[in-house]
């Protein structure tokens, strides 16, 4: 058993290339972007090229065929310089492909994916609806069979890269007097549609990631646009959740390292009564909470994600230990990022609050993830919900 974050050398070498491109390519245009509210258009192209677009998809599908420990170490090596573009990638990369990768037929894998990893297409997940949040199941956007092909009607919220994307992947009930065992899951190509429409949503976080509310109205699907299987959309959607908590999870601790190592550098440079302000022992104890937090979010996050890869099924729900993982990564690296991003902020004093200072936009950003992928509240009732079945084990 090793614990102590060793990275393999191809680990490594992945690492070190995302951070060079990220820092070098990234990091130079990101206050103006954040300003400005806007991705990079060439965002996925980049990836595509760096080779880390489909990082867990198997290779004919043009992807790298390695696991979601290598996917969460990408997303927090793209979060050090930017929690929201990290979130926009793991947006299109696991919730909308790798779902899509799990789910679809061969034929459907073979027409989407290799334009997926090589940056051609951007994908959205489409679950959280306006009156359905929290309560996923009780959505209300409908697809109704008729002849060979469904009408879709309802809207989503919320949907990160909604504005960008090429392809939609989303959930609608099929059988609404089923409740939840009557939804299918179902994807679309944005320029094969008519009766789609997305209004882009402002944020005062997260800037640079796109979020839309998609509306349906009257569209007309294929049923081949089907993902697996007629009334099979919440397998389909809890077992996306977990992997998508865990990699997320990477775009929090990426922030997190951010904070530390710019807190520690400006702890020694900033002077204030004639000595460095890492020289009083408020500001210590400030950088010790941080390293402390981030190496324990470090912990619950890579652990679960190695879990996760070693599992042959990664089946997850009610009653399966990787549930309360992914919950538990997600809800103490979201908590965890909000405390370090406001210590970085703190520390750096005024200039902190000032947006050309990058702990401004962490700060900023953090918030969110209390709130995505299922909020804090609902990862402590996934987490007690686990903890209080009959054969829970302590120490697992
Ligand atoms: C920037 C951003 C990006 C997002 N990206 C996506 C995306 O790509 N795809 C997607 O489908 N969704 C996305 N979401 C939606 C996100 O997953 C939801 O916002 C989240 O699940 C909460 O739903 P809600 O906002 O409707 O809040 P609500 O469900 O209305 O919750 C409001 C409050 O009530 C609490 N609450 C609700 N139910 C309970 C309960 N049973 N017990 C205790 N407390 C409860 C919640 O925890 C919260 O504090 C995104 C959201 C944001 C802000």
Not at 46 to 60: P, Q, S, T
Not at 152 to 159: A, E, H, L, W, Y
Not at 275 to 300: C, E, N, V
Request: with cysteine.
């Amino acid at each position: 058993m090793s614990l102590c974050f060793d990275l393999a050398p191809e680990q490594k070498m992945l690492e070190d290339s995302v951070w060079k491109w990220a820092s070098a390519w990234l990091e130079p245009q990101m206050e103006k972007l954040y300003e400005e509210d806007r991705m990079p258009p060439d965002l996925f192209k980049e990836l595509g090229k760096l080779g880390v677009n489909g990082i867990a998809y198997e290779e004919k599908y043009g992807g790298a065929g390695l696991g979601y420990v290598d996917t969460l170490l990408v997303y927090e090596t793209i979060a050090r310089v930017s929690s929201a573009l990290s979130m926009t990638v793991g947006a299109s990369q696991t919730l909308c492909f790798d779902n899509f990768r799990r789910n679809a037929s061969e034929q459907q894998k073979m027409d989407i994916l290799p334009k997926a990893c090589s940056g051609e297409y951007i994908g959205c997940l489409g679950i959280t609806e306006p009156n359905a949040g929290s309560d996923a199941m009780g959505m209300t956007t409908r697809a109704t069979k008729s002849g060979d092909h469904y009408i879709i009607n309802g809207s989503k919220t919320f949907i990160t890269n909604g504005p960008v994307a090429d392809v939609v992947v989303f959930y609608a009930k099929t059988n609404p007097e089923l409740g939840p065992h009557g939804i299918s899951a179902f994807y679309f190509l944005t320029k094969d549609v008519k009766g789609f429409s997305v209004d882009k949503i402002h944020k005062w976080g997260m800037r640079t990631s796109p979020t839309g509310l998609l509306t349906f109205d009257n569209m007309e699907l294929p049923e081949e646009n089907l993902i697996g299987g007629y009334n099979q959309g919440v397998a389909v959607l809890t077992n996306g959740l977990c992997t998508e908590r865990i990699t997320l999870c990477g775009c929090s601790l990426g922030a997190q390292r951010s904070c530390l190592e710019l807190s520690i550098k400006y702890a020694k440079e900033r002077t204030q009564f004639g000595k460095p302000i890492g020289s009083f022992q408020f500001i210590q104890g400030k950088l010790a909470d941080m390293y402390t937090g981030y190496m324990a979010s470090k912990w619950m996050a890579y652990s679960a994600a190695s879990y996760c890869d070693s599992l042959e099924n990664k089946t997850c729900g009610k009653g399966t230990d990787l549930d309360r993982k992914a919950a538990g990564a997600l809800l103490f690296c979201g908590e965890m990022g909000t405390r370090i991003a406001e210590n970085a902020v703190q520390i750096h004093g005024g200039y902190g609050y000032c947006s050309e200072y990058p702990v401004s936009r962490h700060y900023l950003d953090q918030k969110l993830w209390d709130i995505g992928a299922g909020t804090a509240e609902i990862r402590r009732i996934i987490i007690a919900r686990e903890l209080l079945r009959d054969n829970f084990q302590s120490g697992q």
